[in-house]
């Protein structure tokens, strides 16, 4: 049977007290309603209908990388007249057979494993809601049971009673049902009520009077059913977030010196045994490979790392594809373009962009290389600096295998400097330079004889 999935993002986030959507605001790096979205693609459903209403352009503009398998629908909700309005309005744009599971784009944590049981329910004609236990309640909706225990409706609390506020377990107002009976009970839906909207959770009442089984699914957690409201839960969530993440990666082979300092915002993949320091930042796409070593204080981007590298405490290394066996930092800078091959070795304050270094060149300390294309076994040293912007262009850089550079060489790019090509120590090179060839570029050394250093005029 098909199931549809309904997403609700049309409220406002007034307790955000932001210019950006509230479903917008990152949680791990991401929106939150991306992460809603991608557990819900898990379930492979025909349709997922966001409602979509304050900032809806907005919303809709940032799910569209989200939309491969082309199965998300817009439903436009002008006025929020309530979860049952907005469920209601999002049916009539899906068939009417199958099965409906409704999400929230609010509540980022869901798990798959919960919304497989409540579609499961959905999928033998039940009605299933997903239920918690809360310590503090507060004032979510109040699951009413009957004597024998079976769920008999949901109570707002601004509708309940005072008993019916001390009863501790609450709707998380995720619930799934066959399409047929939801098109049903959502059209009997009414808002009278105290907050006069439609509420979705009335249909409990309604299903249970059609004699349609309610299943209780029970959350694994209250973190997966909390919705977010202000920036105060958002900060608790995103710690939960980073728990889930990093737990993954130690199940996944890698171990921490502390898993509670470290933030991953991305997709991150690691080998076995790889090791990461404190207050490491690892965002987008990255892919550690077996045996890497990260050192404390360092940010990781979109790049990928060979086996057996390590990169020594606060390095920056983003858009880059490192080889095996190097050793990067500590306090480099490796920048978008930077392929490093086997065994390189990227020292202290040494920044990289747009530049490939063969196996086992080394670029110790202090230099700069952009647009450079340099060999295998070349040796670049300390204070070297390509010079690859005249201001208006950017100029290449190329260096042959097995090449000298002495220590603070200019090299003016374009620049072609030959295999096995040696540069004196403080060259400034304009002129390419052959194999083999020494290229002096600096003025001679003068000594000269007789020199009194100068002495403290007496006036002053
Ligand atoms: C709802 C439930 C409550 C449950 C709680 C869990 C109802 C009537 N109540 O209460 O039982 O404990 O969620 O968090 O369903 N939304 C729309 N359009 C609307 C109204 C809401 O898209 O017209 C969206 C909101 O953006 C939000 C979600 O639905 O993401 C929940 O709405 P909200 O008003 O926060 O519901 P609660 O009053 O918290
Ligand atoms: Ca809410």
Request: glycine fraction near 10%; include cysteine.
């Amino acid at each position: 049977m098909p199931t549809d999935i309904v997403v609700l993002a049309a409220g406002k986030g007034t307790r955000m007290n932001s210019s950006l959507a509230k479903v917008l605001h990152p949680l791990a790096g991401e929106p939150m309603i991306h992460h809603v979205i991608k557990t819900a693609q898990r379930l492979e459903p025909r349709h997922i209908a966001v409602v979509i209403g304050h900032q809806g352009a907005d919303v809709r503009a940032a799910l569209a990388a989200q939309n491969d398998s082309g199965n998300l629908i817009w439903v436009e909700q002008e006025q929020q007249l309530g979860t049952g309005h907005a469920v209601k309005l999002a049916k009539d744009h899906l068939p009417d057979d199958g099965a409906m599971l409704v999400l929230y784009g609010d509540v980022p944590l869901i798990t798959e494993d919960t919304i497989r049981a409540c579609e499961d329910a959905a999928h033998q004609g039940q009605l299933g809601l997903v239920v918690a236990e809360f310590n503090d309640p507060a004032e979510l909706g109040r699951i009413i049971r009957d004597d024998t225990g079976a769920v008999q409706e949901i109570v707002e609390f601004k509708d309940a009673t005072p008993e019916q506020r001390q009863i501790s377990e609450i709707n998380s107002g995720i619930l799934a049902a066959p399409l047929k009976n939801m098109a049903q009970w959502l059209g009997r839906l009414q808002s009278n009520n105290v907050q006069q909207e439609y509420y979705l959770t009335d249909i409990i009442a309604m299903a249970v009077q059609d004699g349609v089984d309610v299943v209780p699914i029970q959350a694994s957690s209250e973190v997966e059913v909390t919705g977010v409201n202000d920036r105060v839960q958002l900060a608790q969530l995103e710690r939960h977030a980073q728990k889930r993440l990093v737990e993954q990666l130690m199940l996944d082979g890698a171990s921490f010196a502390d898993p509670a300092r470290v933030d991953i915002r991305g997709q991150v993949r690691v080998g076995k045994d790889c090791f990461i320091d404190a207050n490491v930042l690892l965002t987008g796409e990255v892919e550690l490979s077996d045996g890497v070593r990260i050192g404390p204080g360092c940010v990781v981007s979109d790049s990928r790392i060979g086996a057996g590298t390590e990169v020594l405490a606060n390095t920056v290394v983003d858009g880059a594809d490192v080889g095996p066996d190097c050793s990067l930092g500590p306090f480099a800078r490796v920048r978008p373009g930077s392929v490093l091959g086997t065994g390189v070795k990227i020292g202290n304050f040494v920044e990289t962009k747009k530049t490939r270094l063969g196996d086992h060149s080394k670029a110790s300390h202090l230099a700069y290389l952009g647009d450079a294309e340099i060999g295998s076994e070349v040796n670049i040293g300390a204070g070297t600096v390509t010079c690859n912007y005249d201001g208006v262009n950017k100029h290449p850089t190329n260096i042959g295998d097995g090449a000298f550079i002495g220590t603070n060489s200019t090299l003016v790019a374009p620049l072609n400097i030959a295999a096995k090509a040696f540069v004196a120590a403080g060259s400034a090179l304009t002129k390419d330079v052959a194999a083999e060839q020494l290229a002096v570029g600096r003025s001679r050394q003068r000594n000269i004889d007789g020199w009194s250093a100068p002495t403290k005029d007496s006036e002053n």
